[in-house]
């Protein structure tokens, strides 16, 4: 009943080119939105993975992540 929290983690590459995530949900849905809301990036993750972030410019970022009835969100940066 209503939203329940996802949980997972991310980390940036040391590059800052590759975003990881980390989490035991299965068969997510994946998008970035910049600070102003404009959707960046939106793609299909199964579980833990990896994807480039190298085409988004130095800034701040959300990620939210979705599955089933489940979201979460989080901020990160990136300072190339």
């Known amino acids: 009943v209503g939203n329940q929290k996802l949980q997972f983690s991310i980390t940036?590459?040391?590059m800052q080119d590759?975003?990881?995530v980390d989490?035991?949900?299965k068969e997510l849905t994946c998008t970035v939105f910049s600070l102003n809301?404009?959707?960046m990036m939106k793609r299909k993750l199964?579980?833990?993975d990896s994807f480039s972030v190298q085409m988004l410019d130095?800034?701040?970022y959300f990620i939210q992540l979705k599955s089933g009835n489940k979201k979460a969100t989080h901020k990160f940066t990136i300072n190339r």
């Open 37 to 39: 809301g404009q959707q």
């Open 23 to 25: 989490t035991n949900e």
């Open 46 to 48: 199964n579980g833990s």
């Open 58 to 60: 130095n800034g701040m």
């Open 12 to 14: 940036l590459s040391p």
């Open 18 to 20: 590759t975003l990881n």
